[in-house]
């Protein structure tokens, strides 16, 4: 696994819009907390934009992708936002310049394709929240507080609230995970994410009705993924509709993973909510689910 370079004062962030358009207010909202953490922040030509739902056409998002991985003095890439669209980029991404000269790419929610292409390159990202969360909290809170703490190379270390659907026990391997809807569609190509020997498998979701987060399930049971796997992190699922087989997201996945015998850890606080902490995807990780406490760490 490589380790983008930590960032130090001075350095460039490139803040790039993959997918969806993104309210101009919220980047520039970023941009000064960026600049008071020493470093220099720049916003790419079609971050602004806006195709029909989309920031640019997918040439135009491809082109700021390449201009901040060409840029040596560039040392992250910030996604201002989700939504959907990421997945035109991953047949036409850099690689072979991203992999001599890796660099942080920040996000979550459909910025997971390109953790799963930055995991297909043996390359660690982070797991993360983006401009809205920077504009709005200035900063201040623990989510992007951990995040500076990553970028500038500290180590991670959580603790969350038990769960009375937990399993208990300590998984080591390595993290992988992040949006069902998103990695779900990836599985069985080139930039399946879920495809490591040891994988601690951590998802989360939005809007995802509680029938399809479970045929994703039982594509990662059907196709050995979840025999394979060290631990399982179960986020957070937020504003789905319960159906008549299910009142409850997390019912649905304590029947699922019922009869794994790995460390299980519900409603940790990965997702799409506030407080939604970072963590380092493709990197070793060790997750440890007790009676009272559940402790998940990542050291380099």
Same mark, same amino acid.
């Given at each position: 696994?490589?380790?983008?370079?930590?960032?130090?004062?001075?350095?460039?962030?490139?803040?790039?819009?993959?997918?969806?358009?993104?309210?101009?207010?919220?980047?520039?909202?970023?941009?000064?907390?960026?600049?008071?953490?020493?470093?220099?922040?720049?916003?790419?030509?079609? !971050?602004?934009?806006?195709?029909?739902?989309?920031? +640019?056409? =997918?040439?135009?998002? #491809?082109?700021?992708?390449?201009? /901040? @991985? %060409?840029?040596?003095?560039?040392?992250?890439?910030?996604?201002?936002?989700?939504?959907?669209?990421?997945?035109?980029?991953?047949?036409?991404?850099?690689?072979?310049?991203?992999?001599?000269?890796?660099?942080?790419?920040?996000?979550?929610?459909?910025?997971?394709?390109?953790?799963?292409?930055?995991?297909?390159?043996?390359?660690?990202?982070?797991?993360?929240?983006?401009?809205?969360?920077?504009?709005?909290?200035?900063?201040?809170?623990?989510?992007?507080?951990?995040?500076?703490?990553?970028?500038?190379?500290?180590?991670?270390?959580?603790? !969350?609230?038990?769960?009375?659907?937990?399993?208990? +026990?300590? =998984?080591?391997?390595? #993290?992988?995970?992040?949006?069902? /809807? @998103? %990695?779900?569609?990836?599985?069985?190509?080139?930039?399946?994410?879920?495809?490591?020997?040891?994988?601690?498998?951590?998802?989360?979701?939005?809007?995802?009705?509680?029938?399809?987060?479970?045929?994703?399930?039982?594509?990662?049971?059907?196709?050995?993924?979840?025999?394979?796997?060290?631990?399982?992190?179960?986020?957070?699922?937020?504003?789905?509709?319960?159906?008549?087989?299910?009142?409850?997201?997390?019912?649905?996945?304590?029947?699922?993973?019922?009869?794994?015998?790995?460390?299980?850890?519900?409603?940790?606080?990965?997702?799409?909510?506030?407080?939604?902490?970072?963590?380092?995807?493709?990197?070793?990780?060790?997750?440890?689910?007790?009676?009272?406490?559940?402790?998940?760490?990542?050291?380099?």
């Amino acid at each position: 696994m490589i380790y983008p370079r930590s960032l130090r004062e001075g350095d460039r962030i490139a803040i790039v819009s993959p997918a969806s358009r993104i309210d101009p207010a919220l980047v520039e909202g970023a941009l000064p907390v960026l600049r008071k953490m020493g470093w220099e922040p720049y916003v790419a030509a079609s !971050a602004l934009g806006e195709s029909g739902t989309y920031s +640019g056409s =997918a040439d135009a998002r #491809l082109a700021d992708i390449a201009e /901040a @991985v %060409l840029d040596p003095s560039v040392r992250a890439i910030l996604c201002s936002r989700g939504g959907y669209g990421a997945v035109h980029l991953l047949e036409r991404f850099p690689v072979e310049e991203f992999v001599v000269d890796p660099k942080w790419i920040i996000g979550f929610s459909d910025i997971s394709a390109l953790h799963a292409l930055a995991s297909k390159l043996g390359v660690a990202s982070v797991h993360s929240s983006m401009c809205k969360n920077l504009a709005v909290n200035k900063g201040c809170d623990a989510s992007a507080l951990s995040l500076f703490d990553i970028l500038c190379g500290g180590d991670v270390c959580y603790e !969350a609230a038990p769960h009375p659907y937990n399993h208990r +026990g300590i =998984a080591e391997g390595t #993290l992988v995970g992040g949006n069902m /809807a @998103v %990695l779900g569609g990836l599985v069985g190509t080139p930039y399946d994410i879920f495809n490591c020997l040891d994988p601690v498998i951590f998802i989360e979701d939005i809007a995802e009705p509680i029938y399809k987060v479970e045929r994703l399930l039982y594509q990662l049971k059907l196709n050995g993924t979840l025999g394979r796997a060290r631990g399982l992190i179960v986020g957070q699922f937020t504003e789905y509709r319960p159906d008549r087989n299910h009142s409850c997201m997390y019912d649905m996945i304590r029947d699922m993973v019922s009869g794994l015998d790995i460390p299980v850890a519900f409603d940790f606080p990965i997702g799409h909510v506030d407080g939604n902490l970072p963590v380092v995807e493709s990197a070793p990780c060790r997750l440890a689910v007790g009676s009272d406490v559940v402790t998940f760490s990542q050291t380099r």
